[in-house]
């Protein structure tokens, strides 16, 4: 309250914008809440991967094997990928939050705008045993990874196939290459996001810190619709048209 009355009267110019950082600093979210947040993100960029690696596979039968595409994506095979980009993050987050919630927390705080399951075992008391959630953490981690190689390993021959023809190029320019943007895009961000929380500095000002910890909720969402809408006639020129009445 002193601190508050200070700033109002002895530094009136400079009140709303320390007032307003304080108070960002101290956002405040209910443990329930939190664990909700980290569902729903975590859910968004273990399914996002798993899309990519389904969309991968996709193509690598399009083009590597496409006599047999039909045959080995049936409906039934079609559904089966589908259930399993989004049923599969669905349980392992699931699994996850329900061995974070047996932890008992000692520590409130997490130095981060949105919450971090790990960052949240990290709160727990000394006397818990965070093993299962280490072995779950590690799981996950290489169950994405190696859908990372699947996707590295489908390029590989797609590259290799494509070499050998023309249309093949063309096919590939047309179908893969906005996979590949779309890909990229999002790996950059959640690297970047990783290596941040890894190796990042407390000194970073608390606008630029938010930013990098929302970028990856934000850039792939807005990239994609333009990737692929871009591959549409109409789409396409009215994207030209509109960047053309910017530009003159």
Same mark, same amino acid.
């Given at each position: ?11 009136? =110019? ?65 559904s089966?990928?589908?259930s ?6 669905l ?7 329900l061995?974070?919630?047996r932890?008992?927390l ?10 971090? #399951? ?7 008391c000394? #006397? ?8 779950a ?5 290489l ?14 021959? =797609? ?13 590939f ?20 996001? =990783? ?28 990239? #994609? ?11 396409? #020129? ?11």
């Open positions: 309250m002193a601190y508050d009355r200070y700033l109002a009267i002895c530094r009136p =110019l400079h009140y709303h914008t320390l007032m307003t950082r304080r108070r960002l600093s101290q956002l405040e979210i209910s443990y329930g809440w939190c664990l909700f947040q980290i569902f729903v993100l975590y859910s968004y960029a273990c399914c996002e991967l798993s899309i990519l690696a389904v969309m991968a596979y996709d193509r690598y039968l399009a083009i590597c094997r496409p006599l047999h595409y039909h045959t080995l994506m049936t409906r039934r095979r079609l089966q990928l589908v399993f980009s989004w049923l599969t993050p349980c392992i987050i699931s699994i996850s939050i061995l974070t919630t932890l008992e000692c520590r409130f705080t997490i130095k981060r705008l949105l919450c971090v #399951n790990w960052m949240i075992v990290q709160l727990a000394p #006397n818990s045993n965070t093993l299962s959630n280490s072995i953490s590690n799981a996950t981690i169950i994405y990874v190696s859908h990372g190689f699947f996707i590295v390993w489908t390029y590989m021959h =797609l590259i290799r196939t494509c070499a050998t023809s023309k249309d093949s190029r063309v096919k320019m047309q179908t893969c290459v906005p996979h590949l943007i779309s890909l990229t895009t999002f790996v950059t961000v959640i690297v970047f996001d =990783l290596m941040y929380m890894r190796f990042g500095s407390a000194e970073i000002p608390q606008s630029l810190q938010n930013f990098i910890t929302i970028e990856f909720l934000v850039f792939p969402p807005m990239i #994609n619709p333009l990737i692929y809408g871009f591959k549409l006639t109409k789409i396409r #020129n009215r994207i030209l048209s509109l960047i053309y009445v910017t530009t003159h």
